[in-house]
T-cell receptor, first 111, second 112 residues
Framework: QKEVEQDPGPLSVPEGAIVSLNCTYSNSAFQYFMWYRQYSRKGPELLMYTYSSGNKEDGRFTAQVDKSSKYISLFIRDSQPSDSATYLCAPTKTSYDKVIFGPGTSLSVIP | DTGVSQDPRHKITKRGQNVTFRCDPI?????LYWYRQTLGQGPEFLTYFQNEAQLEKSRLLSDRFSAERPKGSFSTLEIQRTEQGDSAMYLCATGTRDNEQFFGPGTRLTVL
């Protein structure tokens, strides 16, 4: 079993839709949870960063972490074509540890 | 633009040749990480520096790989005797105290 799992997609939605991206992990030691967005042939871009369980909102993006079920979600409201990218779930154990990435979910937002 | 730069952006080499990549981090970030990413996968950790000290190396980092960070500034990643399986995107990231890791654009290596 991989430490971090995501549905690879591809996920295709119409512009304006609410997108739900999900991730599960197996290591209960993970404390910090990040979502990265990666456009084709570019480096990952940090999108959201949360510590422990709970919700965090930033503009159209909301990250949810449920440590009891080892489940992480990213919601995108009013999705735009510019949101078309691969979304990487990325937990880590401490504030300085290496990040363990999931395989990513490919998202296409159709105009 | 995250402020992390990598050079070169693309490298094509023949099997058996040595290659070296460079990463220039955000100046105030003392942590520097190297990752490798193959098509359809998330980045995989290779090694990590705090200032000039190399604190952790992945089992992925075989004897043919070596990384340095002299004076805790830029870092280099060298691959000796390249193999076709080394073809990947090599990513550098630098980290803050709160472990918000910022990635560079990557160096895409193709081994023929």
């Amino acid at each position: 079993q991989k430490e971090v799992e995501q549905d690879p997609g591809p996920l295709s939605v119409p512009e304006g839709a609410i997108v739900s991206l999900n991730c599960t992990y197996s290591n209960s030691a993970f404390q910090y949870f990040m979502w990265y967005r990666q456009y084709s042939r570019k480096g990952p871009e940090l999108l959201m960063y949360t510590y422990s369980s709970g919700n965090k909102e930033d503009g159209r993006f909301t990250a949810q972490v449920d440590k009891s079920s080892k489940y992480i979600s990213l919601f995108i409201r009013d999705s735009q074509p510019s949101d078309s990218a691969t979304y990487l779930c990325a937990p880590t154990k401490t504030s300085y540890d290496k990040v363990i990435f999931g395989p990513g979910t490919s998202l296409s937002v159709i105009p | 633009d995250t402020g992390v730069s990598q050079d070169p952006r693309h490298k094509i080499t023949k099997r058996g040749q040595n290659v070296t990549f460079r990463c220039d981090p955000i100046s105030e970030h003392n942590r520097l990480y190297w990752y490798r990413q193959t098509l359809g996968q998330g980045p995989e950790f290779l090694t990590y520096f705090q200032n000039e000290a190399q604190l952790e190396k992945s089992r992925l980092l075989s004897d043919r790989f070596s990384a340095e960070r002299p004076k805790g500034s830029f870092s280099t990643l060298e691959i000796q005797r390249t193999e076709q399986g080394d073809s990947a995107m090599y990513l550098c990231a630098t980290g803050t105290r709160d472990n918000e890791q910022f990635f560079g654009p990557g160096t895409r290596l193709t081994v023929l």
